[in-house]
């Protein structure tokens, strides 16, 4: 488990790869996210998309979920404090395998809470060709290692 201490600024972390189902992009959609280019292939074909695409939404939830899993397991979890730059670049397609790249852009003591620090990670979900679908900046609270 990594704690504050452990991190540097250009560290790098990758996460399994995800491949994504129409089953679940549709699923997804219809609960959070009820346009036709995300719940019915048929009726995308006419969209702006042309075709079934994910929900940027499911896309930032696939992308914590392999994010969680990868190479980067913070002691204490994720504390998400909050997000900045979300973008969706391209969208996600039935059939993209998704990982994600993650960079320590920042690292600061926190002035409060002294057994935390604050992280700065760049996050950069790529599908199988190498090119971003998401890209934002996370703002994290991460446990520093406890004192002896």
Not at 60 to 65: C, D, L, N, P
Not at 96 to 110: F, K, N, Q, S, Y
Request: with cysteine; glycine share 10%; aromatic share 6%.
């Amino acid at each position: 488990m990594l704690y504050f201490e452990d991190l540097k600024p250009g560290d790098r972390f990758n996460t399994p790869e995800h491949t994504v189902t129409e089953e679940e992009i549709v699923e997804f959609a219809r609960r959070h996210d009820p346009q036709p280019f995300h719940t019915d292939a048929e009726a995308a074909k006419g969209t702006f998309f042309r075709g079934l695409v994910a929900s940027g939404w499911h896309t930032a939830a696939v992308s914590m979920g392999l994010m969680v899993r990868g190479e980067m397991p913070l002691r204490d979890g994720v504390i998400g404090q909050g997000v900045d730059n979300l973008r969706w670049p391209r969208p996600v397609r039935p059939g993209d395998r998704l990982r994600v790249v993650m960079e320590v852009a920042g690292l600061e003591p926190h002035p409060v809470r002294l057994g935390f620090g604050n992280l700065l990670l760049r996050c950069r979900t790529l599908n199988q060709d190498g090119k971003a679908v998401q890209e934002m900046t996370a703002n994290l609270l991460i446990a520093r290692r406890p004192s002896a």
